[in-house]
């Protein structure tokens, strides 16, 4: 449900660009930082929107790869205690402590319904 959202609110906002650009036609100089030129307005706001749209999705692919690379990292690290679990025979005494903590959770759930 909320993919369908952003996908709606991606499309209305594309078409209010579109249509504040097609609006816009008139010819207009455009200061760049050594020298300047005439363009019309309708590609400058699209250019500008272009490039909002690439910069926000570079920032948003270098966040998944870190998040991603912190997941791989946490999945090492969990494997490795787990296996220092096992091997001070742990493992079994964590897994029955653990089922009993939920079974009394759920009893508890249960009592007060």
């Known amino acids: 449900m909320r993919g369908q959202t952003y996908v709606i609110l ?3 906002f594309v078409i209010v660009v579109a249509v504040f650009a097609v609006t816009n036609v ?17 590609l400058v706001i699209l250019f500008s929107v272009l490039m ?18 912190e997941i791989r990292t ?5 494997k490795e205690m ?15 402590q653990t089922q009993e903590k939920t079974k009394s959770t759920k009893n508890d759930e249960e009592s007060q319904t």
Do not use: C
């Not at 690439?54 to 690379?69: E, H, K, S």
């Not at 946490?74 to 969990?78: F, P």
């Open 82 to 96: 787990h296996d220092l679990l096992v091997k001070n025979g742990l493992a079994d005494k964590l897994k029955k």
């Open 52 to 69: 909002g749209g690439i910069i926000t999705a570079a920032v948003g692919v270098v966040r998944m790869f870190r998040l991603q690379r």
């Open 10 to 12: 991606a499309i209305i």
């Open 26 to 42: 008139d010819v207009v100089e455009v200061n760049y930082l050594f020298w300047s030129g005439e363009a019309p307005l309708i």
């Open 74 to 78: 946490l999945k090492d690290s969990n």
